[in-house]
């Protein structure tokens, strides 16, 4: 049997990818904070919350948690509702109770009746989202948040009006070129990253960051024209001191607890975040090159964790995310530590060194966000779906669409709705055979029956023909329904009036003899 690892035995590969993932949640923390009107520091909050206290109590080996940009209208409406930001974090502190209750009542077991053909599809749509989306950041058209997943912007735009303006507009040639040279060396570092040695550990988008920040001091220097201002540099809040640190926690306000506004809020954010999270933990299992399966019930009880102590010190709701767990993968971390040391990263940085962070250039991680979109929707995930079948492919590619159009969860929810559809249409397949051979008759049920087979079976019955011997065979079933059980039981008590034997084969049977029976004779059981 194997045995388990300390989480500490595999340091050597989480220290550098739990790197990676700081440098990925950092633009995203801020952008999330900022479409949802709430101060920055909250989402860096949510951030370094998801990393140490979701990672900690989690069992999943890969999910980062942090702030989701699928609930910035939500929140956003949430936070103008309300008369304080402190009010909104006491919702946000219930809402956490609330998944704890959620995983009690194994709520988790949701995420299972999830198609596979969603789950990619939701991946890939992620993926191209990504790129639609940065590659305006890439050339430093900042318009939009970063971590934005929404098609339609505040402002009337949408993803392709934002991408076309960003390309046909004026270009910042600083940001242009640092984005373009850091995005070809991360595909180049791909395809020549040794796998022995210790470079092997060398984080691609760590290099990419020193390249953003030492590119833009050597432009101020050699080209100060096209030198990158503040407006295109990652912004993290500043204190005089480290002594203030402290002071951009805040406490809910425990007074509002009575409101039913706070109560209304608490309970949408306890449900949206629960199902973003029960579907991020779903793919990144997919994702996990181990197959390694999270306990979604514990999983949701992690979740309530992290929101309660992110309410309780003023951050923005948790939830586990996609980006963030995919760069986490793809950087081929091993354990939960790369999560608890990301979060760890974030909180030492924004507290010891907040004006070095505020030198990246957001174009260079615009490049590390579209890598890692790529590597969620390769072409080749696309082959795979469609030689699978049209069963797999359109609830596949309907997700895609109906998420890069919508937004998350409602795409999900389309994609699921078509899911649902192939699977009744699955299941109305021919799953009753009739045959007659002079006067001996065979109706076959080839799988379980269900209410959506009662036609079928009817219509089966229905053409046996009078004077004959009839065999029905439930051998290949573990399952019939009542209503089923009672078109056969019909059936019987009216063969005996035709002069048609009846005999009924299978467990089924047996089990269901106390149903499946007439007061008439010429009824076996085999």
């Known amino acids: 049997m194997p045995t388990s690892r300390s989480p500490f035995a595999t340091l050597r590969a989480d220290i550098p990818s ?20 709430a101060p920055l520091f909250a989402g860096l909050i949510a951030g370094i919350v998801g990393g140490i206290v979701v990672g900690a109590v989690s069992k999943s080996p890969l999910s980062v948690s942090g702030p989701a940009a699928g609930l910035t209208v939500i929140v956003l409406t949430a936070i103008e509702s309300m008369p304080t930001f402190q009010v909104f974090t006491l919702s946000v502190m ?66 392709f009006s934002s991408l076309w303006n960003s390309l046909t507009g004026a270009l910042t040639p600083g940001a242009l070129l640092i984005g373009g040279v850091s995005l070809a060396f991360l595909f180049w570092w791909d395809a020549v990253k040794p796998k022995e040695g210790p470079l092997r550990f060398v984080p691609g988008p760590l290099v990419v960051v020193l390249i953003g920040v030492l590119g833009n001091l050597l432009l101020g220097v050699v080209m100060p024209a096209w030198q990158l201002g503040t407006e295109h540099l990652v912004q993290v809040p500043i204190v005089d001191s480290l002594a203030k640190f402290p002071s951009l926690f805040s406490l809910p306000d425990f007074s509002a607890i009575g409101t039913s506004v706070v109560w209304i809020t608490a309970v949408t954010l306890a449900i949206v975040a629960s199902l973003e999270s029960l579907l ?25 964790s992290g ?16 980006v963030r767990s995919s760069a986490n993968v793809d950087a081929r971390a091993e354990s939960k530590m790369s999560t608890i040391l990301h979060g760890s990263w974030l909180l030492l940085s924004v507290a010891l060194i907040p004006t070095v962070l505020n030198l990246i ?11 890692t979109g790529y590597k969620l929707t390769k072409p080749k995930l696309f082959t795979e779906r469609y030689k699978q079948g049209w069963t797999q492919f359109v609830p ?85 329904d009542l209503d089923n059980v009672d078109i056969i039981n019909a059936f019987i008590k009216g063969a005996a009036y035709r002069n048609i034997s009846v005999t009924v084969r299978g467990d089924i049977a047996e089990r269901s003899a106390p149903l499946i029976a007439a007061p008439t004779t010429g009824v076996r059981f085999a």
């Open 18 to 37: 739990s790197i990676v993932v700081a440098l990925v949640a950092l633009p995203l923390c801020l952008g999330v904070a900022l479409a949802s009107g």
């Open 94 to 159: 219930l809402a956490g109770i609330l998944q704890i209750g959620f995983s009690l009542t194994r709520s988790g077991v949701l995420a299972e009746f999830v198609p596979s053909s969603v789950i990619t599809g939701m991946l890939a749509a992620i993926g191209l989202i990504l790129i639609l989306k940065q590659i305006p950041h890439l050339v430093g058209y900042d318009a939009d948040f970063e971590g934005s997943f929404e098609f339609h912007g505040a402002d009337g735009t949408n993803t």
């Open 280 to 304: 991020s933990v779903k793919a990144v299992d997919e994702l996990d090159p181990r197959r390694r399966t999270t306990d979604k019930n514990w999983e949701l009880l992690a979740q309530g």
């Open 307 to 322: 929101n309660i102590v992110s309410g309780l010190i003023g951050g923005l709701p948790v939830t586990s995310v996609i």
């Open 361 to 371: 250039p957001l174009s260079a991680l615009a490049a590390v966000l579209i890598a």
């Open 396 to 480: 596949f590619v309907v997700t895609i669409l109906a998420i890069l159009f919508t937004d998350l969860l409602k795409g999900i929810g389309i994609g699921l709705a078509v899911g649902f559809v192939f699977v009744v249409a699955r299941n109305f397949r021919t799953a009753i055979t009739f045959a007659c051979d002079g006067s001996d008759c065979l109706v076959r049920a080839r799988r379980n029956l269900y209410f959506i087979h009662k036609y079928e079976l009817q219509k089966k019955l229905a053409q046996v023909p009078d004077d004959s011997d009839l065999l029905i065979d439930l051998s290949s079933t573990s399952y019939v």
